[in-house]
């Protein structure tokens, strides 16, 4: 096969195959309602069915990233494709809600391989770095949309049909990407380390330090702050988490290079994926609640709202991935949250009579707008700053920060509403929200301009940016 129709495919499966667990990470929450008419549960069932392909994924993702790069990116995104395919079968057939929320388990447990793999397959497969840019940018843009057009598609597909077809819609979409690596996914195109060791001590002491705070998260909103279980949670991670950063500076073979935060932009990537990504998260909470239970939107026309954001990625992504690679990341990674702060700001001057084209439709576009100018480079500078042994590593720490800042960015923000609301959002709460929202994102953008460096442009790259501006 042509190197370049190699190259196309492999991008291909590698967004058919992370757009897969995004969208899936995101399509549930309409059917919620459906799914307890039929498989009952309550309220817990349904935080359940939710929080527990949260709460693997979040937890093993970095085991996830170090496996890529232990034994291939290939060989582990095509075994977290398949898993996942087997996974959302059984969650299509589940009989009762426990056994849903174990197959949902299982759906979480399959993305932490797949999706971290998926971006470490792009960068071993692109290796020039513009090339690499505009393939990390169109994985991003369509990465983007599928999470965002997932309560779109779930309130279609369960007005229309039945809550199991978005479980079993996956698995024509896991057999052509399945095709696609096995025809197109060079073997000799990923990363192996022979004669490593995998570290068991490392991955038991992350899942579990990781899974503590997580679990914790869940449960606080029906248990409270003060209660043992969620204090035991984060107590309790906090000091696996510490226990394995002392192991992985003891170990041979750590899972976790600590060397990669000794890089600057690294660390400063990270630390602004956790503020945007938990702005990102708290946004979409609280206004799918908000116009649905204040406003009156349905299912489906609430999942719509988020239409613009949607377009925005998918048209700049591509083409902010190459200006960042040729311009550097510094500038798109600090105006960028700051143009998207201002979107949420918008939001605070709606009423209970939301109108979509004066009330929802700017603030949408100047969101999406910054959005679009901050994903692509911010995933390309993690991915620049990691040597191509630890690409897949890198991956699962930027998705890890990103999977835990969408349970914080809740948590957090969520607090904060319900002392304003009490037990149900009304609008006092929703403007608090997004007050705090934006905040959130705009300290994501300061970050940015205060804390990455641009990388040093080679003499011949120094003339093409001069001669271009």
Same mark, same amino acid.
Request: glycine residues 14%.
């Given at each position: 096969?042509?190197?370049?129709?190699?190259?196309?495919?492999?991008?291909?499966?590698?967004?058919?195959?992370?757009?897969?667990?995004?969208?899936?990470?995101?399509?549930?929450?309409?059917?919620?309602?459906?799914?307890?008419?039929?498989?009952?549960?309550?309220? #817990?069932?349904?935080?359940?069915? @939710?929080?527990?392909? *949260? &709460? /693997?994924?979040? !937890? %093993?993702? $970095? =085991?996830?990233?170090?496996?890529?790069?232990?034994?291939?990116?290939?060989?582990?995104?095509?075994?977290?494709?398949?898993?996942?395919?087997?996974?959302?079968?059984?969650?299509?057939?589940?009989?009762?809600?426990?056994?849903?929320?174990? #197959?949902?388990?299982?759906?979480? @447990?399959?993305?932490? *391989? &797949? /999706?971290?793999? !998926? %971006?470490? $397959? =792009?960068?071993?497969?692109?290796?020039?770095?513009?090339?690499?840019?505009?393939?990390?940018?169109?994985?991003?843009?369509?990465?983007?949309?599928?999470?965002?057009?997932?309560?779109?598609?779930?309130?279609?597909?369960?007005?229309?049909?039945?809550?199991?077809?978005?479980?079993?819609?996956?698995?024509? &979409?896991?057999?052509?990407? %399945?095709? $696609? =690596?096995?025809?197109?996914?060079?073997?000799?195109?990923?990363?192996?380390?022979?004669?490593?060791?995998?570290?068991?001590?490392?991955?038991?002491?992350?899942?579990?330090?990781?899974?503590?705070?997580?679990?914790?998260?869940?449960?606080?909103?029906?248990?409270?702050?003060?209660?043992?279980?969620?204090?035991?949670?984060?107590?309790?991670?906090?000091?696996?988490?510490?226990?394995?950063?002392?192991?992985?500076?003891?170990?041979?073979?750590?899972?976790?290079?600590?060397?990669?935060?000794?890089?600057?932009?690294?660390?400063?990537?990270?630390?602004?994926?956790?503020?945007?990504?938990?702005?990102?998260?708290?946004?979409?909470?609280?206004?799918?609640?908000?116009?649905?239970?204040?406003?009156?939107?349905?299912?489906?026309?609430?999942?719509?709202?988020?239409?613009?954001?949607?377009?925005?990625?998918?048209?700049?992504?591509?083409?902010?991935?190459?200006?960042?690679?040729?311009?550097?990341?510094?500038?798109?990674?600090?105006?960028?949250?700051?143009?998207?702060?201002?979107?949420?700001?918008?939001?605070?001057?709606?009423?209970?009579?939301?109108?979509?084209?004066?009330?929802?439709?700017?603030?949408?576009?100047?969101?999406?707008?910054?959005?679009?100018?901050?994903?692509?480079?911010?995933?390309?500078?993690?991915?620049?700053?990691?040597?191509?042994?630890?690409?897949?590593?890198?991956?699962?720490?930027?998705?890890?920060?990103?999977?835990?800042?969408?349970?914080?960015?809740?948590?957090?923000?969520?607090?904060?509403?319900?002392?304003?609301?009490?037990?149900?959002?009304?609008?006092?709460?929703?403007?608090?929200?997004?007050?705090?929202?934006?905040?959130?994102?705009?300290?994501?953008?300061?970050?940015?301009?205060?804390?990455?460096?641009?990388?040093?442009?080679?003499?011949?790259?120094?003339?093409?940016?001069?001669?271009?501006?």
């Amino acid at each position: 096969m042509d190197a370049t129709r190699a190259r196309t495919l492999t991008l291909v499966a590698t967004i058919l195959g992370s757009g897969i667990a995004l969208l899936d990470g995101t399509i549930v929450n309409v059917a919620l309602p459906a799914i307890q008419d039929d498989l009952g549960g309550g309220l #817990a069932g349904q935080q359940w069915v @939710v929080n527990a392909y *949260l &709460l /693997t994924l979040g !937890s %093993l993702i $970095l =085991i996830g990233g170090s496996l890529g790069d232990l034994y291939g990116e290939r060989r582990i995104f095509a075994l977290g494709v398949a898993g996942f395919g087997v996974a959302s079968v059984l969650c299509a057939i589940a009989p009762t809600i426990e056994t849903l929320v174990a #197959a949902r388990a299982v759906q979480g @447990v399959t993305s932490a *391989l &797949l /999706t971290p793999a !998926s %971006l470490a $397959l =792009i960068a071993t497969t692109f290796e020039d770095e513009k090339e690499r840019g505009v393939a990390i940018g169109t994985w991003t843009a369509w990465g983007g949309i599928a999470a965002v057009a997932g309560p779109i598609a779930g309130g279609q597909i369960v007005d229309v049909t039945s809550w199991r077809w978005i479980f079993a819609v996956n698995v024509p &979409l896991v057999a052509i990407t %399945l095709a $696609l =690596i096995y025809f197109a996914v060079e073997r000799g195109g990923t990363t192996e380390r022979k004669g490593r060791r995998i570290d068991v001590v490392g991955a038991v002491l992350t899942a579990l330090g990781l899974a503590g705070p997580v679990f914790a998260l869940v449960e606080q909103p029906k248990r409270g702050w003060t209660s043992p279980v969620v204090l035991v949670g984060l107590i309790g991670g906090a000091i696996l988490l510490a226990a394995f950063v002392v192991w992985e500076r003891r170990t041979r073979d750590p899972m976790l290079p600590l060397g990669l935060f000794r890089s600057r932009n690294f660390s400063f990537t990270n630390v602004e994926t956790l503020l945007v990504y938990a702005g990102l998260s708290s946004l979409f909470f609280f206004l799918t609640i908000f116009l649905q239970t204040v406003a009156g939107y349905s299912a489906l026309e609430s999942g719509l709202a988020g239409l613009p954001v949607t377009i925005f990625l998918f048209f700049l992504s591509s083409r902010i991935g190459a200006l960042s690679s040729r311009f550097g990341p510094r500038l798109f990674m600090g105006v960028g949250p700051l143009i998207a702060a201002a979107g949420v700001l918008l939001l605070v001057r709606v009423d209970e009579n939301v109108d979509y084209f004066v009330d929802l439709l700017p603030p949408m576009i100047v969101f999406g707008a910054g959005l679009a100018l901050t994903v692509a480079p911010l995933t390309s500078t993690v991915m620049a700053e990691a040597g191509r042994g630890d690409s897949g590593i890198a991956s699962g720490i930027n998705n890890a920060v990103a999977r835990v800042a969408g349970l914080l960015g809740i948590a957090v923000v969520g607090v904060a509403v319900a002392g304003r609301s009490g037990a149900e959002l009304d609008l006092a709460g929703f403007r608090l929200g997004m007050v705090m929202t934006a905040a959130v994102v705009g300290a994501g953008g300061l970050v940015g301009l205060l804390g990455i460096r641009n990388p040093t442009l080679a003499p011949d790259e120094e003339r093409v940016v001069s001669s271009a501006s």
